[in-house]
């Protein structure tokens, strides 16, 4: 079993709606979690980290972690066509870049 | 528009044969990093160098992988031998931090395929 599990979709939704993504993960020493974007033949860019839990906002993008249950989830609104991409979720145990362990992606494609 | 630059974007080599990567962080950053994305395995951090020295390499295959900074405007990921499952997308990104949220900022990566 993987330390981080992602469905890897694809995920299909029309412009406008809600996109929830999701990971879970096994190591309880996880505390940084971050969320990646990577377009079709380009390199990852980070969106988004959180240390421990709770909820954070940006813009159209919330991060959320849940610690209990080993569980975080990338909810964005308002979906646009440029948010198709693929979204990794990736996650520490430390500050630094040592250890991070990233999520296969999930395939994300918003309809016009 | 500074960014990260990595050759070649494309290689396809034989088994057996040496592959000589290429990068070139965003000036002024200190901070390199080699990844290797599959199908399978998904995005795996190989080594990072801070102000040119190595910091950790652990998820870099010691035996056929060497990963080096000759000066601050090159990096270079060698594999010898190469083996078909050596076969992905290698990625290069600089920053100005090793912690995780110091930015990143990837190149293109080069896609090896290895016969």
């Known amino acids: 079993q993987k330390e981080v599990e992602q469905d890897p979709g694809p995920l299909s939704v029309p412009e406008g709606a809600i996109v929830s993504l999701n990971c879970t993960y096994s190591n309880s020493a996880f505390q940084y979690f971050m969320w990646y974007r990577q377009y079709s033949r380009k390199g990852p860019e980070l969106l988004m980290y959180t240390y421990s839990s709770g909820n954070k906002e940006d813009g159209r993008f919330t991060a959320q972690v849940d610690k209990s249950s080993k569980y975080i989830s990338l909810f964005i609104r308002d979906s646009q066509p440029s948010d198709s991409a693929t979204y990794l979720c990736a996650m520490s145990p430390y500050s630094s870049a040592s250890k991070i362990i990233f999520g296969s992606g999930t395939r994300l494609s918003i309809r016009p | 528009d500074a960014r990260v630059t990595q050759t070649p974007r494309h290689k396809v080599t034989e088994m057996g044969q040496e592959v000589t990567m290429r990068c070139q962080p965003i000036?002024?950053?200190?901070?390199v990093f080699w990844y290797r994305q599959t199908m399978m395995q998904g995005l795996e951090l190989l080594a990072y160098f801070r102000n040119r020295a190595p910091l950790d390499d652990s998820g870099m295959p010691k035996d056929r992988f060497s990963a080096e900074m000759p000066d601050a405007t090159l990096a270079t990921l060698k594999i010898q031998p190469s083996e078909p499952r050596d076969s992905a997308v290698y990625f290069c990104?600089?920053?100005?931090?090793?912690?995780?949220?110091?930015?990143?900022?990837f190149g293109p990566g080069t896609r090896l395929t290895v016969l």
């Open positions: 990104a600089s920053g100005t931090g090793q912690g995780i949220y110091n930015e990143q900022f």
């Open positions: 000036l002024g950053h200190n901070t």
